[in-house]
């Protein structure tokens, strides 16, 4: 019996001991791999549906602003129309008027005309700053968030102007328009037809003013310069494109000037000075019109409003007063 069980412990270390040989492989034939024809091409049509879209829309967009930018420069700089009449040079430079090279397109939606020679106005940059139409993206936003065309005039007053800063603004524009650092800090809100018995200036509900005080406002809206815009019957036009009218002539900061006597008494070069940090100018900032008659009326009476502030601000006299205030 002890020898059948030796055997049988012998023969299973047997088994499990000994490595048992793996069958050979098979041999398999010739593999053949073929790719499933694509059936669905909708991603790359819409693809390239987009793509094509994008590259017409530059054209056309372009093409567009082109047209827009070219037809209100010839209605307001052509012979004998407001800007002609106003500026002995329109361009920037002497040869631009004659050869017609007067306007400048800094983008496909953005251009400029300057203008320069006249009375207190040292330069005039006028500003299109069109929609962009030559962006699809751009484009379909504005279906959901809708913009128009602007229209911006920025006259450059000279250092001899008046410390005097003044806001005009439709209600919808005042928000934005006082976040300029002059107007935020130097003014505040004025009811101008009770300040000075104006009946014919509009309410404030229709065009919300900011001054540094009463006086000063007296000063700048004494004469009839502003009624060529403001009067019931062209502010009826006016006012559905009319967006603010900033006036800032703050002269030559105090800080500027204490920069100037600090570099003087160590003398540096006072050329090598970054100058005063405020700008004189007056800004005007208006929705574009439609292309017709009517909107080039529009735009002249928006010219001369402002051209007329500059005028007003050029011969102002503030009482002494209202002077040490602006300096306070």
Not at 150 to 166: D, G, K, T
Not at 309 to 328: I, K, M, N, W
Request: proline content about 6%; charged content about 15%.
């Amino acid at each position: 019996m002890l020898v059948s069980f030796a055997v049988y412990v012998a023969a299973s270390d047997d088994i499990f001991l000994t490595k048992q040989p793996s069958a050979a492989p098979k041999p398999q034939g010739n593999l053949t791999v073929r790719l499933k024809p694509h059936e669905d091409w909708t991603r790359e049509i819409c693809l390239g549906i987009f793509l094509a879209a994008y590259a017409i829309n530059i054209y056309l967009g372009r093409r567009l602003n082109q047209h827009l930018a070219l037809w209100w420069t010839t209605q307001i700089a052509q012979a004998g129309g407001i800007l002609d009449c106003n500026f002995a040079q329109l361009g920037p430079r002497p040869s631009a008027q004659a050869d017609g090279a007067i306007l400048l397109r800094e983008s496909m939606s953005l251009y400029k005309l300057y203008a320069t020679g006249r009375r207190h106005v040292t330069s005039a940059e006028f500003v299109l700053a069109l929609r962009q139409r030559q962006d699809l993206l751009a484009v379909l936003w504005a279906l959901l968030a809708p913009s128009s065309d602007v229209f911006e005039i920025r006259l450059r007053l000279p250092e001899s102007s008046p410390p005097l800063v003044a806001l005009l603004a439709r209600p919808a524009a005042q928000r934005s328009a006082a976040q300029a650092p002059e107007v935020k800090e130097l003014t505040k809100s004025i009811d101008v037809p009770k300040l000075q018995g104006l009946s014919d200036f509009p309410s404030a509900d229709q065009l919300v003013v900011r001054g540094e005080s009463g006086a000063s406002l007296s000063t700048l809206l004494d004469g009839s310069w502003w009624r060529c815009a403001l009067a019931p019957a062209p502010w009826a036009l006016l006012s559905r494109h009319f967006r603010s009218l900033k006036i800032s002539g703050q002269g030559l900061s105090k800080e500027a000037v204490a920069e100037a006597l600090s570099l003087a008494q160590s003398g540096g070069d006072a050329a090598s000075s970054p100058g005063p940090s405020a700008v004189n100018e007056i800004v005007l900032t208006m929705h574009l019109p439609p292309m017709n008659e009517q909107g080039v009326g529009i735009v002249a009476s928006a010219l001369r409003l402002a051209l007329g502030a500059a005028d007003a601000l050029g011969v102002a006299q503030l009482s002494p007063e209202a002077a040490r205030r602006a300096q306070a």
